[in-house]
């Protein structure tokens, strides 16, 4: 799955890196973004716009939100497949959080690419319920690679950059068969303090290495 990441590079390389061309959304520095939370998207034309984390599909009766979304299916769920077909974003990224179990405890593990480059995910989206509010989204989630495996079976949709132009493409029938997990050699895991747990603590101490457990 995914529940938690990062985005701390400068707006400036957000923008160079996905080839923005109206930027009405900038943030500060996230090393900790969680989901309900508002975050920055990129759409189609090339415009970088705020987003809140949690897709809400256009007949839900409670509101409930989809935080993730299952490529392996998302094409035939309803709560998804009109997203897929018709509004789909990329979701810069510098890293994402997941959680080790070892023993009786669930350790935090910031996992990047390898060099800590910015990278995108695959995101769909809805517009809002009621007028003024956001646009809701979800990120796709497909099974772990081998190097993601020791921590968790599932990982963000991490989309290459060969592969983002496609994805954003109005004409791409099949977009879900681009979801697929990177090579194993492509992303690194970071044992990370505790501290993270906390949806309030948002600071750049929480990516300082922390030895622990099956890590050593």
Not at 115 to 143: C, D, H, N, R, S
Request: with cysteine.
């Amino acid at each position: 799955m995914c529940g938690r990441f990062t985005l701390h590079h400068p707006n400036d390389e957000v923008h160079e890196r996905f080839a923005v061309l109206r930027p009405t959304f900038l943030t500060e520095p996230r090393y900790n973004i969680a989901p309900t939370q508002i975050v920055s998207v990129i759409t189609p034309e090339r415009e970088r716009v705020a987003m809140r984390w949690g897709l809400v599909p256009p007949w839900s009766k409670d509101g409930k939100p989809f935080i993730n979304a299952r490529a392996e299916t998302i094409a035939e769920k309803p709560s998804f497949r009109g997203a897929l077909a018709a509004r789909r974003v990329l979701v810069p990224a510098s890293g994402f959080y997941e959680w080790r179990t070892e023993g009786k405890q669930k350790r935090a593990v910031h996992i990047r690419m390898r060099g800590g480059v910015l990278f995108a995910m695959a995101g769909i989206w809805e517009p809002a319920l009621v007028a003024g509010e956001l646009p809701t989204l979800a990120m796709i989630t497909v099974a772990a690679n081998h190097t993601m495996s020791s921590v968790h079976d599932r990982m963000p949709a991490i989309l290459t950059r060969e592969t983002e132009g496609a994805w954003l493409a109005p004409d791409n029938r099949a977009p879900e068969a681009l979801l697929r997990p990177l090579d194993d050699d492509a992303i690194e895991l970071i044992p990370v303090s505790s501290r993270v747990n906390g949806v309030g603590i948002d600071e750049a101490s929480l990516l300082e290495p922390e030895r622990h457990g099956l890590f050593g």
